[in-house]
């Protein structure tokens, strides 16, 4: 048999080969602690673990458990108006600031600072100061009223119909400054020339954001969506810090589900299951934002 004759090209394996072996740690980290801890909540979600894991089987006893639990429906539904109107707003929003921003106005790293600033504080903090905001004795209400219009009332927080939008206006103020500053930052990438284009042919500037910049940011439209998102279906703190979930179980999400039944009714089966369900949300969400994202770049 013929020896193969030496190239003198280090093969594909062996390139950056001290790159490959500094990442080895990362790499077992990611598959033992995420992938393994992903794989153990999930094998135990078919069993009936109470205080400790155990190896009873039950089926899908768990899930049939958890989709006829009312609390889990509302939970359901209060994520789904919460991530819907959050997504929309946060988008709208934030886009609007950083077109704003991008006009060259003076102050502009002050009024930048002052926006992201909520993006700083802890979700706890921000849930105390708007559960004092929409407090009616000493809030909006409480202000509203004392400048002559007494009938005025906005108490989302103890109202069990709105109060999700209680959380909501929390959840805005604080997020929207990221969005910006994304958004600001697609805006900053966009060709100056771009913009001399349409102005020569007189395009109104609504229509050059709709038609041309809009289209042209859409990596940071799809990098902003999966961020937020990712912040909607763990939503946790605010809740915790606004409402603790009432009134009754009107504010319900669905990780205080988890904590609850995990931490407080001993109930591990029952919340593996619930995050399992969390985390095939997740997989929903990433998956095709991975796929437009990374699919579509290797087809360009």
């Given at each position: 048999?013929?020896?193969h ?8 394996l ?9 990442s ?9 602690i995420f992938?393994?801890?992903t ?11 109470r205080?400790?894991p ?7 006893d ?11 429906m ?9 991530g819907?109107?959050s ?25 930048r600072?002052?926006f992201?600033?909520?993006?700083a ?6 849930g ?11 809030g909006?209400q ?5 400048l002559?219009?007494t009938?005025?009332a906005?108490?989302p927080?103890?109202d ?12 805005l103020?604080?997020g929207?400054?990221?969005v ?8 900053r ?6 913009w001399?284009?349409?102005r020569?042919?007189g395009i109104?500037?609504?229509k ?7 289209p ?10 999966v ?7 763990k939503?946790?703190d605010?809740?915790v810090a606004q409402t ?5 179980n009107?504010?319900?999400?669905p990780?205080k589900?988890?904590?609850d039944?995990?931490?407080q009714?001993?109930?591990l089966?029952q919340?593996?299951a619930a995050s399992?369900?969390m ?5 929903i969400?990433?998956?095709?934002w ?5 699919g579509?770049?290797k087809?360009?």
């Amino acid at each position: 048999m013929a020896a193969h004759a030496p190239t003198g090209r280090p093969s594909q394996l062996f390139r950056n080969l001290n790159a490959k072996i500094a990442s080895i740690p990362m790499m077992l980290v990611a598959l033992v602690i995420f992938l393994g801890g992903t794989l153990w909540t999930v094998f135990y979600s078919f069993t009936n673990s109470r205080l400790l894991p155990r190896l009873n089987f039950v089926g899908l006893d768990q899930y049939e458990r958890l989709w006829a639990s009312s609390r889990w429906m509302i939970s359901i539904q209060n994520l789904a108006i919460y991530g819907i109107l959050s997504l929309i707003f946060s988008l709208v929003i934030g886009f609007i600031l950083a077109a704003l921003m991008d006009q060259k106005i003076r102050f502009e790293n002050a009024f930048r600072t002052i926006f992201l600033y909520p993006f700083a504080l802890s979700f706890i903090v921000t849930g105390l100061v708007w559960q004092w905001m929409l407090n009616p004795e000493f809030g909006i209400q409480s202000v509203i009223r004392s400048l002559g219009w007494t009938s005025f009332a906005f108490d989302p927080l103890y109202d069990p119909d709105i109060v999700i939008y209680g959380i909501l206006i929390a959840a805005l103020w604080q997020g929207t400054g990221l969005v910006m500053c994304l958004m600001l930052a697609g805006l900053r990438g966009i060709d100056e020339d771009i913009w001399k284009a349409t102005r020569v042919d007189g395009i109104p500037m609504w229509k050059t954001y709709l038609l041309i910049i809009i289209p042209m940011m859409r990596p940071v439209f799809i990098t902003t969506l999966v961020i937020i998102a990712s912040g909607i279906v763990k939503v946790y703190d605010l809740v915790v810090a606004q409402t603790s979930g009432g009134p009754g179980n009107a504010s319900e999400v669905p990780a205080k589900y988890v904590y609850d039944y995990m931490f407080q009714a001993q109930n591990l089966g029952q919340g593996f299951a619930a995050s399992t369900m969390m985390l095939l949300t997740v997989a929903i969400i990433v998956v095709p934002w991975a796929y437009l994202e990374f699919g579509g770049r290797k087809r360009g």
